[in-house]
């Protein structure tokens, strides 16, 4: 039962990350290879915070966001005036140079090494031990990006968003700062990540560079293909197949190793036949095909 709940806390954090980075990709339409190094920056700052200064969960969440929001203007800031596959490339440039930033500054991050003892969430008197705490936790989580994403989606600044997404140029024709809403849409996502990675190093404990690579970026961004983009369910979806049924080769006797390379080919296998006969996902509405 613990393995079953330690599986479904994991989709509950990647569900986060799908739903945070469907509101970049399916809402306004650009595809980002940095979401694992936002990811990364909630889980550093978190732990760095917990570890070295003693602060509580909340305050390296609070923490994790903020500076998530500060690198995100940095790099939204020249890499949004870019588009299509020029944008994909500078957010890939960004992925691998935080990459190397979390695995060779030794005197912060320990390196390779990672950062071991990151105390569990302790929220107003409420210790977050068992399996059963941190899956109520991480569903609380996941709610609350949903509801962002989906207020967001739904206002006047989400309508401009998907005018973007539609037709930039006409959507600057019509007076509207195509610039300023793009950041800040990249700025909720990345601070959304940003939770999702500091609830990920409390839970597992320990935290090193490996879990935030270009891999990463690219389980995330298959989750929102194929649980389907622009959808209020799609990225909840996509999670949990990518998370969950991978796991069912665990079941049937299988060697780790063998198992974990077929994850990888079950991974791509099914990111191709979802792009090449239903290019909107499972039950999305934006369609990739275009």
Not at 1 to 11: D, S, V
Not at 70 to 91: E, K, Q
Not at 179 to 187: E, N, Q
Not at 203 to 216: A, K, L, N, Q, R
């Amino acid at each position: 039962m613990e393995y079953l709940t330690h599986i479904m806390i994991l989709a509950m954090i990647y569900a986060i990350l799908a739903i945070s980075l469907d509101l970049l990709v399916g809402r306004t339409g650009f595809l980002s290879i940095a979401h694992a190094a936002f990811y990364g920056l909630g889980a550093y700052t978190s732990a760095l915070l917990a570890v070295k200064c003693g602060a509580g969960f909340l305050v390296g969440v609070l923490a994790g966001m903020g500076f998530a929001c500060v690198v995100s203007f940095v790099v939204s800031l020249p890499s949004l005036r870019l588009h299509d596959d020029y944008f994909v490339i500078a957010t890939f440039g960004f992925q691998m140079i935080l990459f190397s930033i979390f695995n060779n500054w030794m005197n912060l991050t320990r390196g390779p090494l990672g950062i071991p003892g990151i105390p569990h969430p302790a929220i107003f008197g409420w210790q977050v031990n068992s399996h059963w705490d941190f899956l109520l936790l991480a569903g609380i989580f996941a709610a609350f990006a949903y509801f962002v994403v989906h207020r967001i989606s739904s206002s006047p600044f989400g309508r401009v968003l998907h005018a973007i997404r539609e037709d930039e140029v006409f959507a600057k024709a019509l007076g509207k700062n195509t610039l300023r809403f793009k950041v800040t849409a990249f700025a909720v996502s990345a601070a959304l990540a940003a939770t999702a990675g500091s609830l990920y190093a409390h839970y597992i404990s320990y935290i090193d560079p490996t879990s935030f690579t270009v891999m990463e970026s690219i389980l995330v961004i298959s989750m929102v293909i194929i649980g389907g983009a622009d959808s209020a369910w799609g990225p909840l979806i996509g999670a949990v197949v990518l998370v969950a049924l991978p796991e069912a080769l665990r079941l049937v006797g299988m060697p780790s190793s063998v198992a974990a390379n077929l994850r990888q080919i079950f991974y791509g296998a099914l990111l191709v036949v979802m792009m090449m006969f239903r290019s909107r996902g499972l039950v999305g509405r934006y369609s990739f095909g275009r």
